[in-house]
């Protein structure tokens, strides 16, 4: 009877043990589901950019969600990943000690507490004043290194970095240290041969895009020029004059070969398609670079509005 009781009493002791452990292992599961969901997202987006007949279009978030939290903070970042954009634009700068921030301006005056060059100042230093938002105001936030920055997109969406061909080195080492190279794209001027200069093995894995300005006269020679030389992914264009007959001849000569990336952020960087002009008229500012010029990428500075546009012109899933 005595042996009995013993058993039993060790049965039931050990319930909460064995509970404890299918807990674990529960929540184990579903964390390790959420980051193989999290990084299968990433490897998406990147193959939709490779889809040269991409029907659906992309949505850029310039600097983050910055409307409701500081530029280039890691809050920004969040929010514009919960709002499923598909790529995040953020800009470095190096400090005195040579570390990589987020940080659009050479000066830290506008965007913190503080004032002087970003050059001028350590880490260390940077790291006690606080991120301002888009009102100037104060916040709680602090400014976010670009590791901490990879480590908290790693696996959820593409980053285009801007200004980091001055360090890309440093930048480079950054990416493979948070396996986040295959998830980095980089825009630029330079010419087909300075990019393979520059860059060199690394666009094995980094994604570059030509930045091409529609009002040179050898604008099509250009984007030629990179097709045979480089055969890139997409090309960023640009034009401010609303008479530009190249935004619709190059929709048609590039369907299949490459993919188009317009920015909305203001009216001369699109010919009048800009975020503030689709607030009235969205089939305007967005509907026309979509659908007349091919645009599949497109960067902007009202993510959310953007989004909700091109689901209810079954523009996006």
Request: glycine share 6%; hydrophobic share 40%; proline share 3%.
């Amino acid at each position: 009877m005595t042996t009995f009781v013993r058993l039993k009493n060790a049965q039931y002791h050990s319930k909460p043990n064995f509970m404890k452990k299918i807990n674990i292992f529960i929540l184990f599961f579903i964390v390790l589901t959420q980051v193989i969901i999290a990084q299968d997202k990433a490897s998406k987006i990147r193959a939709k950019l490779f889809d040269k007949n991409l029907e659906e279009v992309l949505v850029v978030a310039h600097r983050g969600d910055w409307r409701n939290a500081p530029e280039n903070s890691l809050p920004a970042i969040e929010m514009a990943i919960e709002m499923g954009v598909d790529i995040i634009e953020l800009d470095i700068q190096a400090t005195k000690d040579g570390e990589l921030i987020l940080m659009h301006d050479r000066t830290i005056d506008r965007t913190t507490t503080g004032k002087g060059k970003v050059s001028e100042w350590t880490l260390d230093s940077i790291k006690t004043l606080n991120l301002k938002n888009g009102c100037a105001i104060k916040t709680r936030e602090k400014v976010p290194t670009l590791e901490e920055a990879l480590l908290l997109v790693k696996g959820k969406v593409l980053v285009n970095l801007d200004k980091a061909d001055s360090h890309f080195d440093k930048v480079y080492a950054l990416l493979e240290k948070t396996g986040t190279t295959d998830q980095i794209i980089m825009k630029g001027g330079k010419s087909a041969e300075d990019v393979k200069k520059l860059y060199g093995e690394y666009l094995l894995h980094v994604i570059y895009m030509p930045i091409v300005s529609l009002e040179k006269k050898d604008a099509e020679e250009q984007i030629n020029k990179f097709i045979e030389d480089m055969n890139p992914v997409a090309f960023e264009l640009t034009y401010s004059s609303k008479d530009n007959l190249l935004p619709a001849k190059l929709s048609e000569s590039l369907k299949g070969k490459t993919l188009i990336w317009y920015n909305t952020l203001w009216d001369t960087l699109a010919g009048g398609h800009d975020d503030d002009t689709a607030l009235d008229d969205p089939e305007f500012a967005y509907g026309q670079l979509i659908k007349e010029y091919g645009a599949r990428i497109i960067q902007t500075d009202r993510p959310a509005y953007l989004i909700e546009y091109l689901k209810k012109e079954g523009l996006r899933k």
